[in-house]
C-alpha cells in the first residue's frame, strides 16, 4: 500500500539570512544580499502560489544557466564525483538531507559525507518537474522533483533503495557562476508495500518511512 503523507520538515536551518561576494562580471553583485525563503516548511499545496510570480518575464539566460547548474547534481553524484560538486554547491553551502545524514556543511562536509554514504551503491537520479523564481539579479530559489534510485553492491548486490522528493533549493549567482546556497531535501511519500520474490513469496520491503527498498545498502555517516 502507498500511503502520502503531508510534505513538511521540523528540522531548523543556521541563520544564512545574508551572503555577500563581489562579481566583476556585467551583472555586478556585491555588498549584502538577502536571500529568499528556502521554503522548507512550505506545505505541498502552498508552492503553486509561492511560485506564482516566477510566470512574469525572467531573465532567460540566467534561468538557463540556474537549470544547467541543478543538471549537474546527478552527473556527480551517480558518477561519483563528488568534488565536482563545488560546480553545484556554494563553498559555505547548506544542505539539509533529513535522515540519517541531516544538515551538512560546508561543501567539503557534503562531498566527504555523500562519498562515504553512497560508497557501497551505485546510483541513478532522475530531475522531474521544476520552476525557478529569481529574486533579483544575483539569487533564485527552485523546486525540482527527484527520484533517487540505489543498487547494492558486493555483499548487497540485487538489493535496491528507491527515494522520492524534492530539492527545494536557493541558488546565488557567483564570479564562477549559479551556486546551490542552501538544499532541503523534502521527501514527499512515506511508503512500506509489499513484493514477490523470486521464490514467490511475499515480502515486507521498506519499514523506513519515505525509503522504498533495503535501506540496509544505504551507508550512513555517524
Avoid at 158 to 174: F, I, K, N, T, W
Wanted: with cysteine; charged share 10%.
Amino acid at each position: 500500500m502507498w500511503v502520502k503523507v503531508a510534505l513538511t520538515a521540523s528540522f531548523l536551518w543556521p541563520s544564512t539570512s545574508a551572503f555577500t561576494f563581489s562579481d566583476n562580471s556585467s551583472h555586478a553583485c556585491s555588498g549584502s544580499i538577502t536571500l529568499p525563503s528556502n521554503l522548507t516548511n512550505t506545505s505541498l499545496s502552498a508552492l503553486p502560489q509561492a511560485f506564482s510570480s516566477a510566470n512574469q518575464a525572467q531573465d532567460a539566460v540566467a534561468l538557463d544557466q540556474i537549470r544547467n547548474t541543478l543538471a549537474l547534481y546527478p552527473l556527480c553524484i551517480d558518477g561519483k564525483d563528488f568534488a565536482s560538486l563545488s560546480l553545484v554547491f556554494a563553498s559555505d553551502a547548506v544542505a539539509n538531507y533529513s535522515a540519517p545524514l541531516n544538515i551538512l556543511t560546508p561543501l567539503s562536509t557534503i562531498e566527504t559525507v555523500l562519498a562515504a554514504s553512497l560508497a557501497s551503491v551505485t546510483t541513478q537520479h532522475l530531475l522531474g518537474t521544476q520552476d525557478i523564481q529569481l529574486v533579483g539579479p544575483c539569487a533564485a530559489r527552485s523546486v525540482t522533483y527527484y527520484r533517487a534510485a540505489h543498487f547494492g553492491e558486493g555483499v548487497y548486490e540485487g538489493e535496491m533503495l528507491y527515494a522520492y522528493g524534492q530539492y527545494r533549493d536557493v541558488l546565488v549567482r557567483l564570479p564562477e557562476g549559479w551556486r546551490v546556497k542552501e538544499r532541503t531535501l523534502a521527501y514527499m511519500v512515506s511508503l512500506r508495500w509489499w513484493m514477490r520474490s523470486p521464490l514467490h513469496s511475499l515480502k515486507l520491503m521498506s519499514t523506513q518511512g519515505p525509503l522504498l527498498g533495503n535501506a540496509s545498502i544505504f551507508t550512513p555517516q555517524a
